[in-house]
């Protein structure tokens, strides 16, 4: 499968722990996204990734929080000290560069559902 | 930043009928983007619109794009119970999406 793929697909964790998610984009997609989305919301921008660099971050993320994408490929998203409200599912897209002034879609993981207890 | 905002919230309709859902933003756009996401699941994309594109088809679906009043709309014509999705408008580079509209199609 060729998709963006996304581990583990269920995250159960206790409060005050760390988890850490992974993130494998489309091959040759340079630009990586993460998105965090709660019931019956839409998802919201967490940061993007273009290559290797983080070129974004959302005001949404805390300190807890930090990407990366060491080597342009595959990214990860921890989560320090996990509180009750990081319980969400945590959605990962890519796409491919960008051509002069045309538009891109985004291609979307299947997510992962994290649990905070 | 830009967004896109879904209306209505809910809407429940026969298979067969077709289901219309509109969408509106804030500033102006390059291009607006339509996203199915099935209960639990990632989001699939389902059709771009250019801003200087008034209409598109793909398949069952037609999307219209007003730039004067910033809003889009998404029909799906001859609705199937598979077609029961949330379905999100999106804009910008990082997109802002809404909430959703939530679509029901009952047998």
């Known amino acids: 499968d060729t998709g963006v793929s996304q581990n583990p697909r269920h995250k159960i964790t206790k409060r005050g722990q760390n988890v850490t998610f992974r993130c494998d984009p489309i091959?040759?997609?340079?630009?990586l996204y993460w998105y965090r989305q709660t019931l019956g919301q839409g998802p919201e921008f967490l940061t993007y990734?273009?290559?290797?660099?983080?070129?974004?971050k959302s005001r949404l993320l805390s300190d807890r929080f930090s990407a990366e994408r060491p080597k342009g490929s595959f990214s990860t998203l921890e989560i320090q000290r996990t509180e009750q409200g990081d319980s969400a599912m945590y959605l990962c897209?890519?796409?491919?560069?960008?051509?002069?002034?045309?538009?891109?879609?985004?291609?979307f993981g299947p997510g992962t559902r994290l649990t905070v207890t | 930043s830009q967004q896109g905002e879904e209306d209505p919230q809910a809407l429940s309709i026969q298979e067969g009928e077709n289901a219309t859902m509109n969408c509106s933003y804030k500033?102006?756009?390059?291009?607006l983007q339509w996203y199915r996401q099935n209960s639990g699941r990632g989001l699939v994309h389902l059709i771009l619109?250019?801003?200087?594109?008034r209409e598109k088809h793909s398949g069952r679906l037609r999307v219209t794009l007003d730039t004067s009043k910033k809003s889009s709309s998404l029909l799906i014509t001859a609705s199937r119970a598979a077609d029961t999705a949330s379905y999100f408008c999106?804009?910008?580079?990082?997109?802002?999406f809404g909430p959703g509209t939530r679509l029901s199609v009952l047998p």
């Open positions: 897209a890519s796409s491919p560069p960008l051509l002069a002034g045309g538009p891109h879609e985004q291609y």
């Open positions: 091959s040759e997609h340079n630009r």
């Open positions: 990734f273009q290559n290797e660099a983080q070129l974004e």
């Open positions: 500033t102006s756009i390059n291009n």
């Open positions: 619109i250019r801003s200087n594109e």
């Open positions: 999106a804009t910008g580079q990082n997109f802002v």
